[in-house]
C-alpha cells in the first residue's frame, strides 16, 4: 500500500512539474501593461488572428467542453491541409445571455490569410481589432461563479476610478484542465483608454 501511495504521489508530481513547464513554453498572446492598479491593470492588445465557435449555452462549464472539443479538433488537424497548429494562451470565452464564444489565438506566424481552413464550418477565422482592456486575475479551477465573481469585482473597481467600460466581461484561460497547481485566470472588459 505505501509503494502504491508513493509511485501515486511520484506520478502526480511528475505530471503536474511537466504541465507547469510545458506551459511556460506555450506562446502567449502579447500584450502591454499601460496602467497598474492595486487590483488590477490596464492593458493594449494588438491585433491577432483567432479561431471562434460561437454557442447558444450560457455557462462556463458548458462552453469549455463543447468549445474547446471544436477548437481543438481544429489546431489538432481538423483542417484543409491537415496541420498541426501549437496551442497557444489564453483561451477566450465571452459568456452571456445571448450568444457565447470560445477562441483560440492563433500563433503569432500566422494570419487569416495562410490559416489553413477549418473542415468544421462552425469554426471562424478573424482578426481581431487593437483593443484596452482591464484585467483582473484569480487562481485556481475557475468556475461561474468566480467568473461571475470576479466580473463584479472588476465592474465595481472601475465605476470607482470613473473607468469607462463597453461590451461584456469574458473570462481568459491559460492552462491546461491537468495542471493543478499556478493556475492563472482572468477577467477582462473593453475600456475606453487612451496613453497621454
Same mark, same amino acid.
Do not use: C
Given at each position: 500500500?505505501?509503494?502504491?501511495?508513493?509511485?501515486?504521489?511520484?506520478?502526480?508530481?511528475?505530471?503536474?512539474?511537466?504541465?507547469?513547464?510545458?506551459?511556460?513554453?506555450?506562446?502567449?498572446?502579447?500584450?502591454?501593461?499601460?496602467?497598474?492598479?492595486?487590483?488590477?491593470?490596464?492593458?493594449?492588445?494588438?491585433?491577432?488572428?483567432?479561431?471562434?465557435?460561437?454557442?447558444?449555452?450560457? $455557462?462556463?462549464?458548458?462552453?469549455?467542453?463543447?468549445?474547446?472539443?471544436?477548437?481543438?479538433?481544429?489546431?489538432?488537424?481538423?483542417?484543409?491541409?491537415?496541420?498541426?497548429?501549437?496551442?497557444?494562451?489564453?483561451?477566450?470565452?465571452?459568456?452571456?445571455?445571448?450568444?457565447?464564444?470560445?477562441?483560440?489565438?492563433?500563433?503569432?506566424?500566422?494570419?487569416?490569410?495562410?490559416?489553413?481552413?477549418?473542415?468544421?464550418?462552425?469554426?471562424?477565422?478573424?482578426?481581431?481589432?487593437?483593443?484596452?482592456?482591464?484585467?483582473?486575475?484569480?487562481?485556481?479551477?475557475? $468556475?461561474?461563479?468566480?467568473?461571475?465573481?470576479?466580473?463584479?469585482?472588476?465592474?465595481?473597481?472601475?465605476?470607482?476610478?470613473?473607468?469607462?467600460?463597453?461590451?461584456?466581461?469574458?473570462?481568459?484561460?491559460?492552462?491546461?484542465?491537468?495542471?493543478?497547481?499556478?493556475?492563472?485566470?482572468?477577467?477582462?472588459?473593453?475600456?475606453?483608454? $487612451?496613453?497621454?
Amino acid at each position: 500500500m505505501i509503494v502504491v501511495v508513493i509511485v501515486l504521489t511520484l506520478f502526480i508530481f511528475l505530471t503536474q512539474t511537466y504541465s507547469i513547464m510545458a506551459s511556460r513554453k506555450t506562446e502567449e498572446q502579447k500584450y502591454k501593461v499601460v496602467h497598474s492598479e492595486k487590483d488590477f491593470e490596464i492593458r493594449f492588445y494588438p491585433a491577432t488572428t483567432i479561431a471562434t465557435v460561437y454557442s447558444s449555452v450560457h $455557462s462556463y462549464r458548458e462552453l469549455s467542453g463543447s468549445g474547446f472539443r471544436k477548437l481543438a479538433g481544429y489546431i489538432f488537424g481538423g483542417n484543409e491541409s491537415d496541420t498541426q497548429i501549437a496551442m497557444t494562451a489564453p483561451v477566450h470565452m465571452d459568456i452571456n445571455d445571448s450568444v457565447s464564444s470560445m477562441s483560440f489565438v492563433m500563433p503569432s506566424g500566422y494570419t487569416q490569410e495562410n490559416l489553413p481552413k477549418p473542415k468544421d464550418a462552425k469554426i471562424n477565422i478573424q482578426k481581431t481589432s487593437d483593443e484596452y482592456v482591464a484585467a483582473i486575475r484569480f487562481g485556481g479551477f475557475a $468556475s461561474d461563479k468566480d467568473i461571475e465573481r470576479y466580473s463584479e469585482k472588476l465592474k465595481k473597481l472601475l465605476d470607482e476610478k470613473n473607468i469607462r467600460y463597453t461590451g461584456n466581461f469574458r473570462y481568459l484561460g491559460y492552462n491546461p484542465p491537468f495542471q493543478l497547481i499556478g493556475r492563472r485566470n482572468e477577467i477582462i472588459v473593453t475600456v475606453d483608454w $487612451s496613453e497621454k
